[in-house]
């Protein structure tokens, strides 16, 4: 059974589509995971589990169950309909899913959730089978009006054509005899070799109305009758507000009210001018409780404690002390991670109008169900009493999985007559933050006396996003997200251990863009690259000589060549290169950087081989690569979290920076084909950053760098 039939005969398949006239006369296409509910086609206002509608004027609606938060979701998944469908993708009209785990669950993570580099994933068979299955109903009705063939009729440009009588006409036509036939017990995909769009570069269909300002984030929702708030949680994590006079704040032109909760204040204004001036008025007494007196460096030697007293084996293939013992070559390495900061453009906001009945929240999220669940749970209503609108993103980076936000914006709401807004300042969007963890990971390995790699040990020590996310994940004490780019290096170790030692610290800690891939990758990649200099090896060759997988070595060769590795290079310059698998995806990546006689480390140039699988629009996937690397130069030269006194102390883009447009390197992306299935794209680009910036160092200067971000004291000529 080829791929294709194994999916259209799986039970995913069989509880596919649901059609039926609309009240409209339109036709509706459902798609879901759960079962589906029994409907009768004489029945009007059918298909709970809409993605698409087509109305009798020939518009065609996509219902998106994913987000659109910069990554370019919005044009690529409404191509995998239109491809199918034969429609110009420019004419599909898009709106938002309302939430519904039901019919709008995530294939891949089984509910309703915008992350992961799953997308294209997750929909790739599932949406061509939702326009197919609606392209094949609306041919089998023109075929039934014509009293033809339905194999003598094609779909082509949202109409179905009569080649033999030159007869047309458009699917808003059809659409009410198309809702009305049986379903197709299979549809035909389209095999690679005719697509019209999937794999050819297409224009954003979001970008005329962000470009006109018509679009609509989270931040933008306007409400009759809002109020503007904004707020000051406890400093210290953990805090609880011990008293504050709120008269200093009531005393400001425009402001309303001071609310106060145990953990939190927030001035609620006619507007954010006087929101802010409130807040500022106000001198709160806190309890900063048990946290008071950490410090970032008490973090890090409770990580080295936990990491030195081992960790739960999750691969042991092999003897690694005994190779390890009998190596001709030994090296060990300590590598160190910060806490990371997410910084989207758009601060968290969130909009809520709560009732004695029912709650109704304004906000842009990557997780719609479990943010109405913990709206519900804030306001105490039943869930069905909570509507959530959700917007488009001004970028997610992972702090959109997270709804405390919306918890907290509730718990306000329930002091507030009528709508309010809550705004986040940067300073305290910064603040408090969910962060990406830090690691703190010890590694061994072993040459032989060719220089070849016999032995591997990897024991990586921090937080479990996923035991406080997804708790049925976190099995006896292992996490497989957290070893995620470790567990499954892309060379090959005959005596390979990974060990996880879990510990949480005070600071909560969020998916950032990738967590083990962003970590791991940085501490493989460069071990890799200090045994290969340990071996006399250039570092590209040694890698080729110990990578097993032919899409591996097909993304490092084209980096290679594409960089012009091994080329000659002025003083303090250098090339330095990674390589892995992350998120379904091959990527090598070569930085070119150089570094100042002050240690300040430039990039010149990012050169990256790609190869995600099955490509849907090569110009999102090219920019998903470069803006993923510059996430990821920031990070490795500027990004950090440190605790002080409990608190964090970075607050904005001054202590916290990201790479400025000047200090932007030059690109060159290369996909590179597979035929593979689809792997992700967001994320990869960022975890492959770091090591190519830092073995890159090292070329320049002859300095490793085992901890982020960049010291340039320590490269300073």
């Not at 097909?554 to 310059?573: F, H, I, N």
């Not at 990546?589 to 430039?602: F, I, L, N, Q």
């Given at each position: 059974m080829s791929d294709t039939q194994a999916t259209l005969a799986s039970p995913a398949r069989r509880r596919l589509l649901?059609?039926?006239?609309?009240?409209?006369?339109?036709?509706?296409?459902?798609?879901?995971?759960?079962?589906?509910?029994?409907?009768?086609?004489?029945?009007?206002?059918?298909?709970?589990?809409?993605?698409?509608?087509?109305?009798?004027?020939?518009?065609?609606?996509?219902?998106?169950?994913?987000?659109?938060?910069?990554?370019?979701?919005?044009?690529?998944?409404?191509?995998?309909?239109?491809?199918?469908?034969?429609?110009?993708?420019?004419?599909?009209?898009?709106?938002?899913?309302?939430?519904?785990?039901?019919?709008?669950?995530?294939?891949?993570?089984?509910?309703?959730?915008?992350?992961?580099?799953?997308?294209?994933?997750?929909?790739?068979?599932?949406?061509?089978?939702?326009?197919?299955?609606?392209?094949?109903?609306?041919?089998?009705?023109?075929?039934?009006?014509?009293?033809?063939?339905?194999?003598?009729?094609?779909?082509?440009?949202?109409?179905?054509?009569?080649?033999?009588?030159?007869?047309?006409?458009?699917?808003?036509?059809?659409?009410?005899?198309?809702?009305?036939?049986?379903?197709?017990?299979?549809?035909?995909l389209k095999p690679a070799s005719e697509f019209r769009l999937i794999g050819k570069p297409a224009k954003r269909l979001d970008t005329p109305a962000k470009v006109d300002g018509s679009a609509r984030y989270g931040i933008d929702a306007r409400v009759p009758g809002m109020r503007i708030a904004t707020l000051m949680q406890a400093p210290v994590f953990g805090g609880r507000l011990r008293q504050v006079d709120e008269a200093p704040a009531l005393a400001v032109r425009g402001v309303r009210q001071v609310v106060k909760l145990d953990d939190c204040i927030a001035v609620v204004a006619d507007h954010m001018g006087a929101a802010r001036q409130g807040l500022a008025a106000l001198k709160p007494v806190w309890d900063d409780g048990t946290n008071a007196s950490l410090q970032q460096a008490d973090i890090v030697a409770a990580m080295a404690a936990a990491s030195a007293r081992g960790g739960v084996k999750m691969r042991d293939d092999g003897n690694v002390d005994s190779a390890l013992a009998g190596a001709a070559v030994k090296l060990d390495a300590v590598y160190e991670l910060p806490f990371l900061i997410h910084a989207a453009m758009e601060p968290l906001n969130c909009t809520v109008h709560l009732r004695a009945d029912a709650c109704d929240v304004w906000v842009g999220t990557q997780v719609l169900t479990r943010a109405r669940a913990a709206a519900a749970e804030a306001a105490g209503l039943p869930v069905e009493r909570v509507t959530v609108h959700n917007h488009l993103l001004g970028g997610g980076f992972g702090r959109r999985l997270e709804v405390d936000s919306v918890t907290l914006a509730v718990r306000i709401a329930r002091q507030v007559d009528g709508p309010v807004k809550i705004v986040w300042t940067r300073e305290e969007d910064i603040r408090h933050d969910m962060f990406r963890p830090c690691f703190y990971d010890v590694v061994r390995g072993g040459l032989d006396a060719q220089g070849r790699p016999v032995a591997w040990h990897h024991r990586t020590t921090g937080s479990s996003v996923i035991r406080r996310w997804a708790p049925p994940l976190f099995k006896d004490g292992t996490d497989p997200e957290t070893v995620d780019g470790a567990l499954q290096p892309p060379y090959a170790f005959a005596n390979l251990r990974v060990e996880y030692q879990n510990h949480e610290p005070a600071v909560p800690t969020a998916f950032w863009r990738g967590v083990g891939p962003t970590h791991n990758l940085f501490v493989v990649e460069s071990f890799v690259d200090e045994l290969a200099a340990a071996a006399g090896a250039d570092p590209v060759?040694?890698?080729?000589?110990?990578?097993?997988?032919?899409?591996?070595?097909?993304?490092?060769?084209?980096?290679?060549?594409?960089?012009?590795?091994?080329?000659?290079?002025?003083?303090?310059?250098?090339?330095?290169?990674?390589?892995?698998?992350?998120?379904?995806?091959?990527?090598?990546?070569?930085?070119?950087?150089?570094?100042?006689?002050?240690?300040?480390?430039?990039?010149?140039?990012?050169?990256?081989?790609?190869?995600?699988?099955?490509?849907?629009?090569?110009?999102?996937?090219?920019?998903q690569l470069e803006g993923g690397a510059i996430f990821g130069i920031s990070a490795a030269l500027y990004g950090q979290a440190t605790v002080r006194n409990g608190r964090i102390e970075q607050s904005n883009f001054h202590d916290a920076p990201v790479l400025r447009m000047n200090e932007t390197p030059q690109f060159s992306t290369h996909l590179v084909p597979s035929g593979a299935a689809p792997g992700g794209v967001g994320e990869p680009g960022t975890a492959a950053l770091a090591p190519s910036l830092t073995n890159a160092v090292f070329a320049a200067t002859g300095k490793r760098l085992r901890k982020l971000p960049v010291d340039r004291t320590l490269l300073a000529a």
């Open positions: 649901l059609a039926s006239a609309g009240a409209t006369g339109g036709l509706v296409l459902g798609l879901g995971l759960g079962p589906a509910p029994a409907a009768d086609a004489a029945e009007p206002g059918f298909a709970p589990n809409a993605f698409l509608r087509i109305a009798p004027d020939g518009t065609v609606t996509m219902t998106m169950p994913y987000i659109e938060m910069g990554q370019g979701t919005y044009t690529s998944v409404p191509m995998l309909i239109a491809e199918e469908l034969e429609v110009e993708l420019a004419s599909v009209r898009l709106e938002h899913a309302p939430a519904d785990d039901r019919r709008y669950a995530n294939p891949a993570l089984g509910f309703q959730v915008t992350g992961g580099s799953t997308t294209i994933r997750a929909s790739f068979n599932q949406l061509r089978e939702a326009g197919a299955s609606a392209r094949t109903l609306l041919v089998n009705a023109a075929a039934q009006r014509w009293k033809v063939a339905p194999d003598s009729c094609r779909a082509e440009r949202g109409a179905v054509l009569h080649p033999a009588s030159g007869r047309r006409l458009g699917y808003g036509q059809l659409a009410s005899d198309a809702a009305k036939l049986p379903l197709p017990d299979k549809v035909a060759a040694f890698r080729l000589a110990a990578a097993t997988d032919p899409r591996a070595i097909a993304v490092l060769r084209t980096v290679a060549e594409r960089s012009g590795w091994g080329q000659p290079l002025g003083p303090r310059q250098g090339r330095g290169v990674s390589l892995g698998f992350a998120f379904g995806s091959w990527i090598a990546m070569v930085s070119e950087v150089e570094v100042a006689a002050d240690g300040t480390v430039r990039v010149r140039r990012v050169t990256t081989a790609f190869d995600p699988g099955v490509v849907v629009n090569p110009d999102t996937v090219a920019a």
